[in-house]
């Protein structure tokens, strides 16, 4: 059963531009998560999509934004970018949603390494 | 808010050594709690999971355990090895994953 990919693996973007990030959750999932993470701050969320709703944001600017599609294939989107958004970006998959009364393990991808110079 | 802290930050073993990696959490009203392995540069790799009903975990050489009342878990590492070399991760589950630093673990052949 093939893992949670995600494209591209590195990236380097200029300030000011904007770019989009891919995540294929593992088949049959239907909950995706984004984090980010950086030495200073360690892991933190970003926002989570189920069935193509986002149903939780975590405490970032409105230039981070995120879809999912039909598929459950989801892409986050950082618009106006800064210096301090140079981070490696972490999806995780689920079979079920966060916060719910089951417990639904999560899997990591490999992550995008986001550069901004 | 969720706090989760691990100590130490960086632990440095002989190899064989069984060690010990600790989590604390400050609102014990927690789903469950995951333990996750990283290497550098790499993606996150889940160890054990601990429902918030269970006490403990085990999988090979790892063994995990969980006071939610004392907001506490800790991860037992028995005859590590230098493969064992990585980034340890704890997180508790709201409805996002809220982690600690880690622990940057080095077995030393």
């Known amino acids: 059963k093939a893992g949670v990919t995600q494209t591209p693996r590195y990236l380097i973007k200029t300030r000011g531009q904007q770019v989009t990030l891919s995540c294929s959750p593992i088949?049959?999932?239907?909950?995706v998560s984004w984090y980010q993470q950086t030495p200073g701050q360690g892991l933190q969320f970003l926002f989570e999509?189920?069935?193509?709703?986002?149903?939780n944001k975590g405490n970032f600017p409105g230039r981070f934004s995120g879809r999912q599609f039909s598929n459950s294939r989801s892409e986050m989107n950082v618009s106006t970018l800064e210096l301090g958004d140079s981070a490696l970006y972490l999806c995780?998959?689920?079979?079920?949603?966060?916060?719910?009364?089951?417990?639904?393990?999560?899997?990591f991808g490999p992550g995008t390494r986001l550069t901004v110079t | 808010k969720q706090e989760v802290t691990q100590i130490p930050a960086a632990l440095s073993v002989p190899e064989g050594e069984n060690l010990v990696l600790n989590c604390s959490f400050t609102d014990s009203a927690i789903y469950n709690l995951q333990w996750f392995r990283q290497d550098p540069g790499k993606g996150l790799t889940s160890l054990l999971l601990?429902?918030?009903?269970?006490r403990e975990q085990t999988s090979g050489r790892l063994n995990a355990s969980l006071d939610k009342s004392s907001g506490r878990s800790t991860l037992y590492i028995a005859a590590s090895q230098p493969g064992d070399s990585a980034t340890y991760l704890c997180?508790?589950?709201?409805?996002?994953?809220?982690f600690g630093k880690g622990t940057s673990l080095l077995v030393t052949p």
């Open positions: 999509y189920f069935s193509e709703t986002q149903r």
């Open positions: 088949s049959g999932h239907r909950s």
């Open positions: 601990i429902q918030s009903s269970q």
């Open positions: 997180a508790v589950s709201g409805y996002a994953l809220n």
């Open positions: 995780a998959s689920s079979l079920g949603a966060a916060g719910s009364s089951k417990i639904y393990e999560q899997y």
